[in-house]
């Protein structure tokens, strides 16, 4: 059977009879002793269980202040297949709540993953956790022990939540990185499965070992630039707004030029309106070749290279890579959302 169709079949039935057994972890939440954390390995601090609040849990919150993972399922039926503790060699993001080590040894089932529940232990028998609205993601870091391990991450029960949504397979490396659940069109008023993970990748034998933490449900910040590639990438931004700025690196051989010792080089461009000193360059090695790196948005952009502003010396261009025509003789380039190293040539010249 599909794992997917076996989780799905799973929790629909636990709901029904109410009921659900914990393998394999200790639900006291605290600074105490046991699977949860506490003062264990990296999950210093621990997180106080919020058993009887006061008012639907505001946003942003750690996931564990009011979940518990202890729905167990697939091969995490059976004692001692599948472990969550809190003894993650690192934390990562903010570190709130808990890091959770995660042990799945590979069972008859095939898969397996755990949802974190309100109250502990519940398929859907007692009401879940009232959230403030406007919630439009699930964060969390997640990293794996090798590397390659495949994991689906979830957020809501729905035949008991009335929403249910994935992130679908996450392939993990070994360094922690952020991902999120998007819970764009998911209307949740009082939730059950307020987290989750599962997974069927497993080779049959060899035990899955994965680390998440810092889970979060949150409201995205405003729109900005969502490329990871851009100097001003913005983890938080809920939408993409165009603002993306890429390193572009301009660089210009100048060993054949006689330059002064106090003459700078400088490039001119459409992205600076050919200023003369906006952009200076550097040769920090001493070698000749002068360079600089600038965060640029998207577009074609025409330039070239002078010294000491417009005061000094003016490249000529040459035919072969001007991009005017012949009427400006300047240089060309396009940026599409990467960095860009331009190639390296001499002053004046097509080739280095």
């Given at each position: 059977m599909n794992f997917k169709i076996a989780l799905f079949t799973f929790v629909w039935i636990a709901g029904c009879h109410g009921t659900n057994e914990t393998p394999n972890y200790e639900t006291t939440q605290g600074t105490g002793a046991g699977n949860a954390g506490?003062?264990?390995?990296?999950?210093?601090?621990?997180?106080?269980?919020?058993?009887?609040?006061?008012?639907?849990?505001?946003?942003?919150?750690?996931?564990?202040?009011?979940?518990?993972?202890?729905?167990?399922?697939?091969?995490?039926?059976?004692?001692?297949?599948?472990?969550d503790d809190a003894s993650c060699p690192m934390r990562a993001g903010e570190k709130k709540g808990l890091c959770h080590h995660i042990t799945w040894k590979p069972g008859a089932?095939?898969?397996?993953g755990i949802y974190w529940q309100y109250p502990d232990g519940n398929w859907g028998a007692a009401e879940g956790r009232e959230i403030s609205p406007g919630a439009t993601r699930v964060a969390f870091w997640a990293w794996?022990?090798?590397?390659?391990?495949?994991?689906?991450?979830?957020?809501?029960?729905?035949?008991?939540?009335?929403?249910?949504?994935?992130?679908?397979?996450?392939t993990l490396t070994t360094q922690p990185t952020q991902y999120f659940v998007q819970l764009a069109g998911a209307s949740y008023t009082k939730v059950v499965g307020g987290f989750g993970w599962?997974?069927?990748?497993?080779?049959?034998?060899?035990?899955?070992?994965?680390?998440?933490?810092?889970?979060?449900?949150?409201?995205?910040?405003?729109?900005?630039?969502?490329?990871?590639?851009?100097?001003?990438?913005?983890?938080?931004a809920a939408s993409d707004d165009g603002s993306c700025l890429f390193p572009v690196t301009f660089q210009v051989d100048m060993n054949a030029v006689t330059l002064a010792p106090a003459d700078i080089v400088y490039v001119q461009s459409t992205f600076n309106q050919w200023c003369g000193l906006c952009n200076p360059m550097e040769d920090t090695d001493k070698d000749g070749v002068w360079?600089?790196?600038?965060?640029?948005?998207?577009?074609?952009?025409?330039h070239k290279?002078?010294?000491?502003?417009?005061?000094?010396?003016?490249e000529d261009v040459p035919l072969a890579c001007d991009v005017t025509n012949g009427?400006?003789?300047?240089?060309?380039?396009?940026?599409?959302?990467?960095?860009?190293?331009?190639?390296?040539?001499?002053?004046?010249?097509?080739?280095?």
């Open positions: 506490g003062t264990g390995g990296a999950g210093t601090g621990g997180t106080t269980m919020s058993t009887n609040p006061d008012g639907p849990a505001p946003i942003p919150f750690a996931v564990d202040s009011y979940f518990v993972p202890s729905g167990y399922m697939g091969d995490g039926e059976t004692s001692g297949a599948l472990v089932k095939g898969w397996a794996g022990e090798s590397g390659g391990e495949k994991v689906n991450f979830l957020v809501g029960i729905q035949e008991v939540d009335g929403f249910h949504v994935e992130s679908g397979d996450i599962s997974s069927g990748t497993s080779d049959g034998s060899t035990p899955v070992v994965f680390h998440v933490d810092d889970i979060q449900w949150q409201m995205a910040a405003d729109p900005g630039c969502t490329n990871p590639e851009a100097t001003n990438y913005n983890p938080n360079k600089v790196t600038l965060p640029l948005a998207n577009g074609k952009y025409e290279y002078t010294t000491n502003g417009w005061d000094g010396l003016v009427m400006f003789q300047n240089r060309g380039f396009t940026v599409a959302d990467a960095a860009l190293t331009l190639p390296l040539h001499a002053w004046s010249e097509c080739a280095p």
